[in-house]
Protein backbone atom coordinates (compact mmCIF):
# COMPACT_ATOMS: atom_id res chain seq x y z
CA UNK A 1 0.00 0.00 0.00
CA UNK A 2 1.15 3.50 -0.94
CA UNK A 3 0.06 5.50 1.86
CA UNK A 4 -1.70 8.70 1.33
CA UNK A 5 -0.01 10.45 -1.07
CA UNK A 6 0.23 14.47 -1.40
CA UNK A 7 2.15 16.94 -3.75
CA UNK A 8 3.88 18.98 -3.61
CA UNK A 9 6.03 18.35 -0.96
CA UNK A 10 7.07 22.10 -0.99
CA UNK A 11 5.42 24.69 -2.34
CA UNK A 12 7.19 28.04 -2.24
CA UNK A 13 4.76 31.25 -4.10
CA UNK A 14 4.20 34.79 -3.33
CA UNK A 15 1.62 36.37 -1.71
CA UNK A 16 -1.81 36.93 -4.27
CA UNK A 17 -0.87 33.92 -6.20
CA UNK A 18 -3.39 30.41 -6.42
CA UNK A 19 -1.85 27.58 -4.73
CA UNK A 20 -2.89 24.27 -4.94
CA UNK A 21 -2.35 21.77 -2.92
CA UNK A 22 -3.21 17.39 -4.03
CA UNK A 23 -3.99 14.37 -2.05
CA UNK A 24 -4.57 10.96 -2.92
CA UNK A 25 -6.41 8.84 0.25
CA UNK A 26 -5.64 5.44 0.60
CA UNK A 27 -7.57 2.75 -1.69
CA UNK A 28 -11.14 1.36 0.27
CA UNK A 29 -10.65 4.57 2.77
CA UNK A 30 -13.69 6.74 2.59
CA UNK A 31 -13.06 9.77 4.99
CA UNK A 32 -10.82 12.33 3.63
CA UNK A 33 -9.41 15.34 6.19
CA UNK A 34 -7.32 17.85 5.51
CA UNK A 35 -5.42 20.07 7.86
CA UNK A 36 -3.30 22.85 8.56
CA UNK A 37 -0.15 22.44 11.59
CA UNK A 38 1.86 25.47 12.92
CA UNK A 39 3.69 25.98 15.94
CA UNK A 40 1.53 28.74 17.24
CA UNK A 41 -1.71 27.00 16.48
CA UNK A 42 -0.53 22.99 16.24
CA UNK A 43 -2.83 20.91 14.04
CA UNK A 44 -5.97 22.37 12.94
CA UNK A 45 -8.92 20.64 10.91
CA UNK A 46 -9.60 22.07 8.23
CA UNK A 47 -12.34 20.28 6.52
CA UNK A 48 -13.19 16.34 6.15
CA UNK A 49 -14.50 14.55 3.80
CA UNK A 50 -16.94 11.22 3.65
CA UNK A 51 -17.64 9.09 0.62
CA UNK A 52 -16.70 12.30 -1.40
CA UNK A 53 -19.07 14.67 0.42
CA UNK A 54 -17.92 17.77 2.25
CA UNK A 55 -19.23 17.48 5.59
CA UNK A 56 -17.71 20.14 8.45
CA UNK A 57 -15.94 23.02 6.60
CA UNK A 58 -16.22 25.14 9.87
CA UNK A 59 -12.68 24.85 10.44
CA UNK A 60 -11.71 26.50 6.95
CA UNK A 61 -10.17 30.02 7.91
CA UNK A 62 -12.02 32.54 5.18
CA UNK A 63 -13.37 32.08 2.01
CA UNK A 64 -9.78 32.15 0.45
CA UNK A 65 -9.79 28.66 1.10
CA UNK A 66 -11.57 25.73 -0.93
CA UNK A 67 -11.84 22.24 -0.74
CA UNK A 68 -12.95 19.39 -3.31
CA UNK A 69 -13.22 16.23 -3.17
CA UNK A 70 -14.56 14.86 -7.30
CA UNK A 71 -14.05 11.52 -6.42
CA UNK A 72 -12.66 8.77 -3.93
CA UNK A 73 -9.26 9.02 -5.03
CA UNK A 74 -8.61 12.44 -5.35
CA UNK A 75 -8.85 15.82 -3.21
CA UNK A 76 -7.08 19.72 -3.82
CA UNK A 77 -7.26 22.03 -1.04
CA UNK A 78 -6.86 25.30 -3.15
CA UNK A 79 -5.80 29.11 -1.69
CA UNK A 80 -6.45 32.39 -3.23
CA UNK A 81 -5.15 34.89 -3.23
CA UNK A 82 -2.54 33.24 -0.95
CA UNK A 83 -1.02 35.41 2.01
CA UNK A 84 2.12 35.16 4.20
CA UNK A 85 0.08 33.84 7.28
CA UNK A 86 -1.00 30.95 5.13
CA UNK A 87 2.70 29.51 5.36
CA UNK A 88 2.32 26.19 7.43
CA UNK A 89 2.45 22.58 6.67
CA UNK A 90 -0.87 21.21 5.49
CA UNK A 91 -1.46 17.59 5.96
CA UNK A 92 -4.13 15.23 4.22
CA UNK A 93 -5.18 11.99 6.42
CA UNK A 94 -7.50 9.66 5.11
CA UNK A 95 -9.45 6.30 7.23
CA UNK A 96 -12.31 3.97 6.66
CA UNK A 97 -14.71 5.46 8.54
CA UNK A 98 -15.30 2.97 11.67
CA UNK A 99 -14.90 3.45 15.28
CA UNK A 100 -11.25 1.92 15.86
CA UNK A 101 -10.03 2.66 12.18
CA UNK A 102 -6.79 5.17 12.78
CA UNK A 103 -5.78 8.30 10.53
CA UNK A 104 -3.40 8.04 8.15
CA UNK A 105 -1.14 11.01 7.08
CA UNK A 106 0.10 11.93 3.97
CA UNK A 107 3.81 13.08 4.36
CA UNK A 108 2.61 16.89 4.34
CA UNK A 109 3.09 20.09 2.20
CA UNK A 110 5.26 22.22 3.66
CA UNK A 111 3.84 25.73 2.03
CA UNK A 112 5.61 29.21 1.97
CA UNK A 113 4.16 32.45 0.96
CA UNK A 114 6.37 35.18 0.56
CA UNK B 1 -18.09 20.63 20.37
CA UNK B 2 -14.90 19.52 21.65
CA UNK B 3 -11.92 20.26 24.31
CA UNK B 4 -8.57 18.20 24.32
CA UNK B 5 -5.76 19.34 26.83
CA UNK B 6 -2.42 18.45 27.29
CA UNK B 7 0.71 19.42 28.84
CA UNK B 8 2.56 21.60 26.40
CA UNK B 9 6.23 20.22 26.99
CA UNK B 10 7.99 17.24 29.43
CA UNK B 11 11.46 15.92 29.97
CA UNK B 12 12.59 12.80 31.04
CA UNK B 13 15.77 10.50 30.98
CA UNK B 14 16.79 8.12 28.68
CA UNK B 15 15.80 4.72 30.44
CA UNK B 16 13.25 6.16 32.51
CA UNK B 17 9.20 6.20 32.50
CA UNK B 18 6.55 9.04 31.66
CA UNK B 19 3.29 9.36 31.62
CA UNK B 20 1.33 12.07 29.28
CA UNK B 21 -1.78 13.14 29.93
CA UNK B 22 -4.92 14.25 27.86
CA UNK B 23 -7.99 15.05 29.35
CA UNK B 24 -11.09 15.77 27.33
CA UNK B 25 -14.73 16.89 26.76
CA UNK B 26 -16.82 15.56 23.88
CA UNK B 27 -20.12 15.16 22.75
CA UNK B 28 -20.48 11.37 21.80
CA UNK B 29 -17.37 9.87 22.26
CA UNK B 30 -16.43 7.16 19.91
CA UNK B 31 -12.77 6.23 21.17
CA UNK B 32 -9.63 7.91 21.99
CA UNK B 33 -6.55 7.86 19.89
CA UNK B 34 -3.02 8.40 20.47
CA UNK B 35 -0.48 9.87 18.02
CA UNK B 36 3.37 10.22 17.51
CA UNK B 37 4.89 13.13 15.47
CA UNK B 38 8.73 13.68 15.29
CA UNK B 39 9.92 16.73 14.46
CA UNK B 40 9.67 17.58 10.26
CA UNK B 41 7.40 14.50 9.56
CA UNK B 42 3.81 13.15 9.73
CA UNK B 43 2.04 11.93 12.31
CA UNK B 44 1.65 8.10 13.32
CA UNK B 45 -0.35 6.00 14.64
CA UNK B 46 0.11 4.96 18.51
CA UNK B 47 -2.83 3.34 20.00
CA UNK B 48 -6.69 3.42 20.79
CA UNK B 49 -8.43 3.19 23.68
CA UNK B 50 -12.49 2.62 23.47
CA UNK B 51 -12.79 0.79 26.88
CA UNK B 52 -11.84 1.70 30.17
CA UNK B 53 -8.37 0.23 31.01
CA UNK B 54 -4.86 -0.47 29.62
CA UNK B 55 -3.85 -1.62 26.74
CA UNK B 56 -0.40 -2.23 26.41
CA UNK B 57 2.30 -2.46 22.87
CA UNK B 58 5.18 -2.91 23.78
CA UNK B 59 6.95 -0.08 25.64
CA UNK B 60 3.84 1.78 25.21
CA UNK B 61 0.40 1.92 27.03
CA UNK B 62 -2.31 3.26 27.36
CA UNK B 63 -5.24 3.91 29.44
CA UNK B 64 -8.72 5.66 29.56
CA UNK B 65 -11.42 6.18 32.04
CA UNK B 66 -14.31 7.41 30.30
CA UNK B 67 -15.85 8.85 33.20
CA UNK B 68 -12.94 10.99 33.80
CA UNK B 69 -12.62 12.08 30.38
CA UNK B 70 -8.96 10.97 31.09
CA UNK B 71 -6.45 9.67 29.11
CA UNK B 72 -2.55 8.79 29.11
CA UNK B 73 0.17 7.62 27.14
CA UNK B 74 3.36 5.45 29.47
CA UNK B 75 6.25 5.08 28.08
CA UNK B 76 8.77 2.78 29.39
CA UNK B 77 12.71 2.34 28.79
CA UNK B 78 12.50 5.22 27.10
CA UNK B 79 15.17 5.88 24.42
CA UNK B 80 16.22 8.90 22.58
CA UNK B 81 14.36 8.13 19.75
CA UNK B 82 10.91 8.89 21.61
CA UNK B 83 11.93 12.28 21.57
CA UNK B 84 9.23 13.71 19.57
CA UNK B 85 5.38 15.12 20.51
CA UNK B 86 2.92 12.94 21.29
CA UNK B 87 -0.80 14.14 20.47
CA UNK B 88 -4.51 12.24 21.64
CA UNK B 89 -7.31 12.86 19.38
CA UNK B 90 -11.43 12.02 20.71
CA UNK B 91 -12.96 11.91 17.29
CA UNK B 92 -17.00 12.27 17.84
CA UNK B 93 -19.94 10.07 16.25
CA UNK B 94 -19.57 12.66 13.44
CA UNK B 95 -15.93 11.67 13.16
CA UNK B 96 -14.83 15.50 13.21
CA UNK B 97 -11.20 14.00 14.68
CA UNK B 98 -9.95 17.08 16.36
CA UNK B 99 -6.42 16.57 17.63
CA UNK B 100 -5.14 17.95 21.49
CA UNK B 101 -2.64 20.26 21.31
CA UNK B 102 0.35 17.86 21.76
CA UNK B 103 2.88 17.21 24.37
CA UNK B 104 6.79 17.99 23.38
CA UNK B 105 8.53 15.00 24.79
CA UNK B 106 12.13 15.36 25.40
CA UNK B 107 14.98 12.61 26.38
CA UNK B 108 17.69 13.38 27.75
CA UNK B 109 20.60 11.36 28.08
Known amino acids: DAGVIQSPRHEVTEMGQEVTLRCKPISGHNSLFWYRQTMMRGLELLIYFNNNVPIDDSGMPEDRFSAKMPNASFSTLKIQPSEPRDSAVYFCASRYDAGNSPLHFGNGTRLTVT | GQNIDQPTEMTATEGAIVQINCTYQ??????LFWYQQHAGEAPTFLSYNVLDGLEEKGRFSSFLSRSKGYSYLLLKELQMKDSASYLCAAPTYGQNFVFGPGTRLSVLP
Open chain 2, 26 to 31: TSGFNG
